[in-house]
């Protein structure tokens, strides 16, 4: 893909620190951390689901398409 940007340096951790603020915001998963639904763990899985989507967007090599195209 000509002209693709990545994130680098603290770019990431600023990238990585945003879904972090995101997901904690969505309130049926905290609610799950809070009720250990995932386990005693419960927290930690939601910390690895930060580092997962993370890593999806930062290594991710394939094509990335719009939703916004199929909604107009």
Not at 23 to 43: C, D, M, Q, V, Y
Not at 56 to 67: E, H, L
Request: hydrophobic fraction near 45%; charge should be positive; include cysteine.
């Amino acid at each position: 893909m000509e002209g693709a940007r990545r994130l680098q340096g603290q770019s990431i951790g600023v990238f990585c620190e945003g879904i972090g603020l995101l997901l904690f915001r969505w309130s049926a998963l905290r609610t799950a951390i809070e009720n250990e639904w995932g386990g005693r763990e419960s927290l930690v899985k939601a910390d690895q689901l930060v580092t997962d989507i993370l890593s999806w967007f930062t290594q991710f090599k394939g094509m990335v398409y719009s939703i916004q195209r199929y909604i107009n």
